[in-house]
């Protein structure tokens, strides 16, 4: 079974530049994440999806992120403009989908390395 | 913000000696999950205990939950080099579905 896909696996841009991040989740994975790591810190989760709608996208900043998943399955995450604080990992995560409220386990991609020069 | 705390930050040891990890939480949680990852590369599930659970085991891996002390702990048994990675736990809070990551844990074991 093919696990989580992300391209690209690193990104070098100038500050004010716009960026993009693919994820492919696992197939019949309806809940799909992204997470952003900094250096020697555990993932914060950005957004999260079932199926199509954004479910949890409180900690999105909304300025200068997005996100989409269009029909349910691969996701892209833009930053417009990227500023220097933007550097980090950029990790994709998907599972089958929330029972009962309660979170199930979670399969993440290699991430995408995000430089902002 | 992050609601688990990992101690210790490292830990280095020679393989065959046990590696224990704590994590504590601040709320009350449906379940709590530990992951690893390796330098450079995503995380890998290792274990879920849920909140009615008190001890779980999967091969080398010892995991304990004490709900009315909020903390857990993640013990590797007769450690191997490969075991080398950054091991993280991940609280599911009951107020909400969302994974809440520490800062996790770097474990060195040398051979």
């Known amino acids: 079974e093919a696990g989580v896909v992300q391209s690209p696996r690193y990104k070098i841009i100038e500050k004010k530049q716009p960026v993009a991040f693919w994820c492919n989740p696992i197939s019949g994975h309806n809940t799909l994440y992204w997470y952003l790591q900094n250096l020697g810190q555990g993932p914060e989760l950005l957004i999260r999806y079932e199926n199509e709608e954004a479910v949890d996208d409180s900690q999105l900043p909304k300025d200068r992120f997005s996100a989409e998943r269009l029909k349910g399955v691969d996701s892209t995450l833009k930053i417009q403009p990227a500023e220097l604080g933007d550097s980090a990992v950029y990790l994709c995560a998907s599972s089958l989908g929330s029972v009962a409220g309660a979170t199930d386990t979670q399969y993440f991609g290699p991430g995408t390395r995000l430089t902002v020069l | 913000s992050q609601q688990g705390e990992e101690d210790p930050q490292a830990l280095s040891i020679q393989e065959g000696e046990n590696a224990t990890m704590n994590c504590s939480y601040k709320?009350?949680?449906?379940?709590l999950q530990w992951y690893r990852q390796n330098s450079g590369r995503g995380l890998v599930h290792l274990i879920l205990i849920r909140s009615n659970e008190r001890e779980k085991h999967s091969g080398r891996l010892r995991v304990t939950l004490d709900t009315s002390k909020k903390s857990s702990s993640l013990l590797i048994t007769a450690s191997r080099a490969a075991d080398t990675a950054s091991y993280f736990c991940?609280?599911?809070?009951?107020?909400?579905?969302?994974?809440?990551f520490g800062e996790g844990t770097q474990l060195t074991v040398n051979p």
């Open positions: 709320t009350s949680i449906n379940n």
């Open positions: 991940a609280t599911d809070q009951a107020s909400g579905s969302r994974l809440t």
